[in-house]
């Protein structure tokens, strides 16, 4: 069956960087997207970005656009984003999910990683 | 940008009753590109339909999509205990994807 399993939690203070993991299995990783969701505490969905495992194609949305930065491991059917320059208002669960192209629905997802920005 | 509202913010209503959810857009949505989302307390969200009407594999027939154009409904007839979660509406025709800000469905 499809999974995605995310990294574990982590705790960054202000203007660091954290790297998530979506590590997936049950279906062929090239054929698909990922995209990158995020949830803040007591808040609604907010769609970040997504990268194509087929060739590397990319898609932002503008207000993380230049602090996002989204990698694929083909070897080990494993997606990375990486969010720099961290605020206190990047503290939010982050989800990775599956979508075959940019413009798909989110079939699949990960349990999420929460992410919390401290000083 | 297109934003997406749904209403109502909170729905009451008890197991075995209908429950209709609606999702406006603020601009025609793309080819109808249009998906619900599940989310139960500390879980993931769960795709239920998409292309407004299409249901995911796996979602029973109680749920079903409607729509087109700016407005679209998600209808959950006969409810039952574990459909009380919270819902969400996404476009995803043209970036960026927004998503509603959430219909929560509580028990009465």
């Known amino acids: 069956q499809v999974q995605l399993v995310q990294s574990g939690a982590e705790v960054k203070k202000p203007g660091a960087s954290v790297r998530v993991s979506c590590k997936t299995s049950?279906?062929?990783?090239?054929?698909?997207?990922i995209s990158w969701v995020r949830q803040a505490p007591g808040q609604g969905l907010e769609w970040m970005a997504w990268?194509?495992?087929?060739?590397?194609?990319?898609n932002y949305a503008q207000k993380v656009q230049g602090r996002v930065i989204m990698t694929t491991d083909t070897s080990t059917s494993t997606a990375y984003m990486e969010l720099r320059s961290l605020r206190s208002d990047d503290t939010a669960v982050y989800y990775c999910?599956?979508?075959?192209?940019?413009?798909?629905?989110?079939?699949?997802w990960g349990q999420g990683t929460r992410v919390t920005v401290s000083s | 940008e297109i934003v997406l509202t749904q209403s109502p913010g909170t729905l009451s209503l008890s197991p075995g009753e209908r429950a209709t959810l609606s999702c406006r857009a603020s601009?025609?949505?793309?080819?109808?590109?249009l998906a619900w989302y599940q989310q139960r307390p500390g879980q993931a969200p769960r795709l239920l339909i998409s292309?407004?009407?299409s249901r995911a594999t796996g979602i029973p027939d109680r749920f079903s999509g409607s729509g087109s154009g700016t407005d679209f409904t998600l209808t959950i007839t006969r409810l039952e205990p574990e459909d009380f979660a919270v819902y969400y509406c996404?476009?995803?025709?043209?970036?960026?994807?927004?998503f509603g800000q959430g219909t929560k469905l509580e028990i009465k």
């Open positions: 292309g407004a009407s």
């Open positions: 049950g279906y062929t990783f090239t054929t698909y997207g």
């Open positions: 999910a599956r979508a075959m192209l940019v413009d798909t629905a989110l079939d699949h």
């Open positions: 990268i194509s495992a087929y060739n590397g194609n990319r």
């Open positions: 996404q476009h995803y025709g043209s970036s960026p994807f927004t």
């Open positions: 601009q025609s949505v793309t080819r109808n590109y």
